[in-house]
Structure formats: structure tokens, C-alpha cells
């Protein structure tokens, strides 16, 4: 029971706050492996209206940077066009908490490996020549892992599942025109690649865990 709730806290709470902020990533490679990453977010807020209730979500600018700071492998990017608005019961439909925040800032990269522990999901990155390719892995539950529950168990999994149906994370990334993309997940246009992950995947084995793209500049 001990290790059970061990793994609930590790792979199922950070979910249950996830289907209460809305998440949205925007890559942008401007000019070969370098460009922008611009990323909008809304969290719950404690009681001071200041502070997220998601660690990984800051919604100050100075918690940004300092998160950055620590996950960065190099020297910390600045934190450009920050954003950060306010939001009160009666904007956002919400019953457990009463202030939410709606932050949005970008990063420049020169190489995106930068970010590989900043971004969500296991993000692993390799390059060769003018190719790069991104990988990302979002955790979910293994059918062992479901098997070995309990009835009671499998219950508050069931509950937590009806949480995360509608949450969701949406991911954009853009690059020139005369780019080669190919992707095993999403929507892949003229420059564009869009991908939308949906938390409830994470109950389901194999299913939505791995997002890999590969980009090749001309």
C-alpha cells in the first residue's frame, strides 16, 4: 500500500492539477537549429493571487528564472515578453480553487538540448548534419502496474480518469517552408506541426506515451 501511494503522489497528482491549467507550447526555429520558444499557461494561484500551485508552472517571473536557472545545463536564458494576468471565479470555470493566473513569456535557443529538462515530458534531442530529431515521452501507468491494484486501488484510479478527461497539452512547432518534418504523431502542414496530448492516455498502456519528430533544414 506504502509503494502505492508512492507512485499515486509521483504519477497521478501532478495529472489531477494538470486538468486544472490550460497548457500551450510553441517552438519556433527560425534559421536552422535556433528560433524561440513561446509558452501560455493557466494555473491555479494560493490564497497571495502571486504563487502557482504547480511547481513546474511558475506564474512569477523571477520563479521562471530561478526554474530555469536549475534545470538549464548551461548558462540560464532571460525570460522575454512575460506576461501575467490575474483571474478571478466568474473567468474561468473552475469549482476547487478561486484564482487562477494566465502567464505567458518566450526563450530564445541557440540549442534546443538547452531546454530537455525544462519542457514537459521526457525530452530527449539528437542532431546529425542538418537533421534534428525530438523525442518525447510522457509517462503513464504499465498493465502491471494497474494488474497489482486492489479493488479500492483501482477505484480512486477510476476517479482520477474522469479528472483528466478533458485535460489536455497542445504542442506547435514552426519551421521555413522549405523544412522536411515527419512525425508519428499530429497534424503535419506547410511549416507547422501540431500535436495535442491528452492526460487520460496516461491510463492507457502504449497509448499517446511517445511523440517524435524528426526536421530536417535546407
Given amino acids: 500500500m506504502a509503494i502505492f501511494f508512492r507512485h499515486l503522489v509521483i504519477c497521478i ?22 528560433g524561440t520558444i ?5 494555473v491555479p494561484l494560493k490564497e497571495d493571487r502571486k504563487t502557482s500551485l504547480i511547481r513546474h508552472l511558475p506564474a512569477q517571473k523571477e520563479a521562471i528564472q530561478n526554474r530555469l536557472s ?27 480553487f478561486d ?3 494566465r502567464v505567458s513569456y518566450k526563450l530564445e535557443f541557440k540549442d534546443i538540448t538547452e531546454y530537455e529538462r525544462f519542457l514537459p515530458g521526457n525530452m ?20 502491471d502496474f494497474l494488474d497489482n491494484m486492489s479493488v479500492g ?5 477510476n476517479e482520477i480518469s474522469k479528472l483528466l478527461k478533458e485535460g489536455s497539452l497542445r504542442f506547435k512547432v514552426f519551421f521555413p517552408t522549405n523544412t522536411e518534418c515527419i512525425s508519428n504523431k499530429g497534424y503535419v502542414g506547410l511549416g507547422t506541426l501540431s500535436y495535442t496530448y491528452f492526460l487520460s492516455d496516461s491510463l492507457e498502456e502504449n497509448i499517446g506515451k511517445v511523440w517524435e519528430y524528426k526536421l530536417r533544414f535546407y
Avoid: H
Fill in 99 to 101: 484564482y487562477k493566473a
Fill in 153 to 157: 486501488e483501482k477505484k480512486i484510479v
Fill in 13 to 34: 497528482l501532478p495529472f489531477f492539477f494538470f486538468n486544472c491549467f490550460d497548457y500551450e507550447e510553441s517552438i519556433i526555429f527560425t534559421k536552422g537549429f535556433t
Fill in 70 to 96: 536549475q534545470d538549464l545545463r548551461k548558462e540560464s536564458s532571460k525570460v522575454l515578453d512575460y506576461d501575467f494576468v490575474l483571474l478571478e471565479k466568474g473567468q474561468f470555470i473552475e469549482p476547487f
Fill in 38 to 42: 513561446e509558452i501560455k499557461y493557466e
Fill in 124 to 143: 530527449i534531442v539528437k542532431s546529425k548534419g542538418k537533421t534534428i530529431t525530438i523525442r518525447r515521452e510522457f509517462p503513464s501507468f504499465t498493465q
